[in-house]
């Protein structure tokens, strides 16, 4: 038995002191030079919360950060390789993003001698290279996304051990070093979004093992590098960069390329290149690079490729057929003179396929019979007046013209002052083409690299407020990875004044990489460039500042069209990869002249139509019965007059002009007196004679053919006392009598004891309708 236990008692003990053993060798110390080191390093990059009272190398959190989802661009980690005799470690690895470190470059990495990466990309790290990083064994070297400047040194040359070297998102500048070529190692060089300027130099086509090169937006000069040399690259990105074309006819010798985008070259026209043997092909961009002609074939044998973006150049003819390319999920031919009809293999593709065929001249008869989302055809087919055209446009004629447009971009309903702005909250996508309430909307095209595509990343919201009495529309903003457009419709043609409002709000003002961003953009209004490298931050000095351009623009057509469009400057990893684009606020449109009154609604306009009409022929009505009226009264007064006249009366016949101006218009001057059937008057005719003029009053109810026939009986009667009949007038619906005038022994005097004679009223000359010598009775007694 005790040998049994002291077997079990050597066995436990051997194993406790392996297992020791092993915890000491995992725990190893470093030495005291590289904590010193660490030390240093902490001081000038002004990193604080290092714990020197922990042990760097045994992994806790001070030293090697968990990783959190609430920051996922953080990350705190130190590596160390403790395989060395006697439990010694060395630092190996260094990992400090996202961080805000506002030092410097620390030159004491190089006391770190078996260091083989520094990762500080994201901090707000100012100076440049320092020279004692020319000695270390860096393999990788990421300092991206920080505020470096100055030149590349040369000493840069002597870094050979260098694999990765990122230097991306700085403020670098002038030309690069032929010693870069020295780095014979490097497989991936990033040097985008900085200001390096020059030539390319040929030394580093020394540079053989490539496999990803990245020198987006930059100012260099020449024609674009032949890429002959690096047979092994896999991507390749040179967007923006300030070379010209043409495109080199070397590309067919990189069979390796799995994406290749290119864009923004200035120059000369090329033609597509021959893109053959390049199978492994997954991302093909080729945008605003002045190509001419048609698709190469050789686009066709690509058929694992998933992006194609041949937008805004002069490819003309039908598209090529690339119904064997089965993979794609996004097409953007956008901008080019594409003619014919539009391929069904393309329009019939899965309907998550984004397809953007925009500002082309197809027949508008190869228009497909649905409509969906992600296909845009936003003038895409030749056509004089686009906003008409085509059957997913559903635009109406234009009822009345609009005389102002004001849009919220990105935002819902805004009121300033006494002016709404639209909401504009459903334009976002990839190819998507939205038209709103008639007269206005948008064209989206584009797809974010780098970055997983979200609709969200078309949208801006803003976290601060904006001081003003309009910041209200500065708090959401419309993002594009490429290219929109807002367009208006059915304006009334002449000057307006377009005020396009912009505010950045995704990159913020404080000592941190989210400040860093910048944005960079061109603008066209009417399909003319009207700002190029427009950066709002920069005119507007800061960021979360209102900056309104205002000009004066002419509406022709009807149309207005404001495009923003990205061309590879800037940068596109702050706050986070895939930040960048085009931003707008808010559009407001307003006429320079003075509309005319508001106009009724199309079914106010018919009611007043027809209230028009019925009145106009309610007034014709009326007129005619009038002119029916008169025209009875007429025929019947001329009927009286040849009555008269054919009765061969021995009197005359008066115009009631005549007898208007007898009796000076029946002054009542000339008034004798009045009876029961009218008043009479002394006149005096032309020739001087002296009538006395009985006008029959409208009390009488004799009529018109009575008074003819009395007029004939009277004219034929002959007494010693019976006054003279002169003759009468029918004129105007007047029925008058004109007697001799008698003064003095006259038979009114006689009859009534009166000063004056008056003719017998008429009354009493034909009191009762019996036959003529009743009537004479009274006059002979």
Not at 254 to 269: H, P, W, Y
Not at 429 to 438: D, E, L, M, P
Not at 542 to 569: C, I, M, P, S
């Amino acid at each position: 038995m005790p040998t049994i236990f002291n077997f079990f008692l050597i066995f436990f003990t051997i194993v406790i002191c392996f297992t020791a053993g092993n915890i000491e060798a995992q725990t190893g110390q470093l030495p005291k030079d590289e904590v010193e080191a660490l030390r240093e390093i902490a001081a000038q990059l002004g990193k604080k919360d290092w714990d020197f009272k922990l042990n760097p190398c045994d992994g806790n959190s001070n030293w090697s950060t968990p990783k959190r989802k609430d920051m996922p661009l953080y990350i705190n980690t130190l590596e160390c390789n403790c395989t060395f005799p006697d439990n010694l470690c060395h630092v190996e690895n260094i990992f400090l993003r996202g961080q805000d470190l506002s030092g410097v470059l620390p030159a004491s990495l190089a006391k770190l001698p078996y260091l083989k990466i520094i990762d500080l990309n994201r901090n707000y790290l100012s100076g440049t290279i320092p020279p004692e990083w020319a000695s270390t064994k860096l393999e990788l070297m990421a300092i991206s996304n920080n505020r470096l400047s100055g030149h590349v040194p040369e000493y840069i040359g002597n870094m050979t051990s260098l694999v990765r070297l990122s230097l991306e998102t700085n403020l670098f500048n002038g030309s690069l070093p032929a010693e870069v070529g020295n780095l014979v190692n490097l497989q991936m060089l990033n040097l985008k979004a900085n200001n390096f300027t020059g030539e390319w130099p040929v030394e580093l086509n020394n540079l053989t093992k490539l496999t990803e090169l990245r020198i987006s937006s930059n100012s260099f000069v020449g024609k674009l590098p032949n890429f002959e040399s690096w047979k092994n690259l896999q991507m390749l990105e040179v967007e923006g960069s300030g070379f010209e074309g043409p495109l080199p006819p070397s590309f067919s010798v990189l069979t390796s390329l799995e994406e290749l985008r290119i864009s923004d070259l200035n120059g000369v026209a090329s033609e597509f290149p021959s893109l053959t043997n390049m199978t492994r092909m997954s991302a093909l961009v080729l945008r605003s690079c002045n190509i001419h002609g048609n698709i190469h074939d050789s686009v066709a044998e690509m058929v694992i490729l998933r992006f194609l973006d041949l937008s805004f150049n002069k490819l003309e003819g039908g598209i090529a057929n690339l119904e064997g390319v089965t993979k794609m999920e996004a097409t953007y031919l956008t901008g080019n003179d594409f003619v014919g009809r539009i391929p069904d293999w393309l329009t019939s593709r899965d309907t998550r396929n984004v397809i953007d065929l925009s500002y082309n001249k197809f027949d508008e008869s190869s228009e497909p019979s649905t409509c969906r989302d992600n296909l845009n055809l936003f003038r895409s087919f030749k056509v004089e007046n686009f906003v008409e055209s085509g059957k997913c446009f559903s635009a109406s004629p234009c009822s009345e013209d609009k005389y102002s447009l004001h849009i919220n971009c990105g935002g819902g309903n805004v009121t300033v002052g006494d002016t709404t702005y639209i909401a504009d909250e459903d334009s976002a996508g990839a190819a998507k083409f939205v038209y709103w309430k008639g007269n206005w909307g948008t064209s989206s095209t584009g797809h974010f690299w780098d970055t997983d595509v979200s609709l969200n990343d078309h949208k801006a919201k803003n976290v601060s407020a904006i001081k003003g009495d309009e910041s209200q529309l500065y708090m959401t903003a419309h993002l594009s990875p490429l290219s929109m457009t807002y367009f208006g419709r059915c304006l009334a043609n002449g000057n307006y004044t377009l005020t396009l409002h912009f505010a950045e709000i995704v990159y913020r003002d404080n000592q941190s990489f989210q400040s860093l961003g910048r944005r960079i953009f061109d603008v066209y209004v009417q399909d003319k460039l009207k700002f190029k490298d427009f950066d709002i931050e920069r005119l507007a000095g800061g960021v979360d500042k209102a900056l309104k351009e205002k000009f004066n623009v002419t509406v022709k057509d009807k149309t207005l069209q404001v495009r923003f469009q990205y061309a590879g400057k800037g940068t596109t990893s702050i706050p986070s990869r895939g930040n960048y684009g085009p931003l707008v606020s808010a559009i407001s449109l307003e006429a320079n002249f003075k509309p005319p009154p508001p106009q009724e609604t199309s079914s106010n306009q018919k009611k007043k139509i027809l209230i028009v009409a019925g009145a106009v022929t309610s007034s014709l009505a009326i007129v005619l019965m009038i002119f029916f009226v008169a025209w009875k009264k007429r025929r019947n007064r001329k009927l009286m007059e040849q009555e008269l006249r054919g009765l061969d009366l021995q009197t005359g016949i008066f115009t009631f002009r005549q007898i208007k101006a007898a009796t000076s218009n029946f002054d009542a001057a000339n008034k004798l007196g009045e009876g029961g059937f009218g008043s009479v008057y002394k006149g005096t005719l032309a020739d001087g004679t002296i009538i006395a003029v009985k006008q029959l009053s409208s009390k009488s109810r004799q009529g018109n053919r009575e008074f003819v026939n009395e007029i004939g009986m009277m004219s034929g009667l002959h007494h010693p006392n019976l006054v003279r009949l002169y003759g009468c007038c029918v004129d105007r619906n007047q029925l008058l009598l004109v007697y001799e005038y008698m003064e003095n022994n006259n038979l009114s005097h006689l009859l009534f004891g009166k000063c004056y004679f008056s003719i017998l009223d008429f009354d009493m000359l034909y009191l009762s309708r019996g036959s003529i010598g009743s009537r004479l009775s009274i006059f002979t007694g």
